[in-house]
C-alpha cells in the first residue's frame, strides 16, 4: 500500500464551526505532512510530525490545531477559520527520521470552503 | 530561508514536441524532486534525485541533479496531452526535516 489517504475530500463549514481533516498511511513512514495550497501556487508547508512528535510548526495560527494520535494516523482540528483559509489541504509522509534521503508522498487533498 | 527558483513559470507547446525546465538554488541540496499536480489533486512524485552529478530517468521523463547541487532540470520527451499540469521542483537539504518548493511550471499541450 503506498498511498496517503485524506478524507474528507471536500468540506464547506462556517465560520464558527469545529471540523477536522484526516489523514492516513500505512507505508510505515514515520514523518507526516500538513501543507496548504492555494490556486496555482506551491504546497506551503503548515506542520511537520517525526515520530508522533510535533518537529515543525511554521508559526501556523492557533485556528489550526494538528495531532498525531499513532504512526499511521494525522489529524488537522479546525476552528474559527476565516474565508481566506479556503484552500485545498495535502497531507504527506516520508520516510523520516535519520534517514537523509526521503520522499513525500502526497494524499489527494481535501479542498476546504470556509463561508 | 532557502529559496528556489523554477522556470519558465508556464509553456504552451505542441503534441510531440520536448519539454525542459529548471530550478535553481543559492543554497546546497541534498536531494532534488520532481512532482506533477493535476487540477485537484495531490503532488505525485515523478523523480528523486539523491546524488550530484546523477541523470535519472522515468518513461519520457529524465531528470538531472546539477553537479554543484544548486540546480535540476526535468526533460519531458514526445509530449502528449495528458503531461498538461503543474509540475514542481522541491530540494531538501541534510536533516532540514522539509522540502523547499519551486513555483511551478504550467504546462500547456496542444493536440
Known amino acids: 500500500d503506498t498511498e496517503v489517504t485524506q478524507t474528507p475530500k471536500h468540506l464547506v463549514m462556517g465560520m464558527t464551526n469545529k471540523k477536522s481533516l484526516k489523514c492516513e498511511q500505512h507505508m510505515g513512514h514515520r514523518a507526516m505532512y500538513w501543507y496548504k495550497q492555494k490556486a496555482k501556487k506551491p504546497p506551503e508547508l503548515m506542520f511537520v510530525y517525526s515520530y508522533e512528535k510535533l518537529s515543525i510548526n511554521e508559526s501556523v495560527p492557533s485556528r489550526f490545531s494538528p495531532e498525531c494520535p499513532n504512526s499511521s494516523l494525522l489529524n488537522l482540528h479546525l476552528h474559527a477559520l476565516q474565508p481566506e483559509d479556503s484552500a485545498l489541504y495535502l497531507c504527506?509522509?516520508?520516510?523520516?527520521?535519520?534517514?537523509?534521503?526521503?520522499?513525500?508522498?502526497f494524499g489527494q487533498g481535501t479542498r476546504l470552503t470556509v463561508v | 530561508g532557502q529559496q528556489l527558483n523554477q522556470s519558465p513559470q508556464s509553456m504552451f507547446i505542441q503534441e510531440g514536441e520536448d519539454v525542459s525546465m529548471n530550478c535553481t538554488s543559492s543554497?546546497?541540496?541534498?536531494?532534488w524532486l520532481w512532482y506533477k499536480q493535476d487540477p485537484g489533486e495531490g503532488p505525485v512524485l515523478l523523480i528523486a534525485l539523491y546524488k550530484a552529478g546523477e541523470l535519472t530517468s522515468n518513461g519520457r521523463l529524465t531528470a538531472q541533479f546539477g553537479i554543484t547541487r544548486k540546480d535540476s532540470f526535468l526533460n519531458i520527451s514526445a509530449s502528449i496531452p495528458s503531461d498538461v499540469g503543474i509540475y514542481f521542483c522541491a530540494g531538501r537539504s541534510t536533516n532540514a526535516g522539509k522540502s523547499t518548493f519551486g513555483d511551478g511550471t504550467t504546462l500547456t499541450v496542444k493536440p
Open positions: 504527506a509522509s516520508s520516510q523520516g527520521g535519520t534517514v537523509m534521503n526521503t520522499e513525500a508522498f
Open positions: 543554497s546546497i541540496f541534498n536531494t
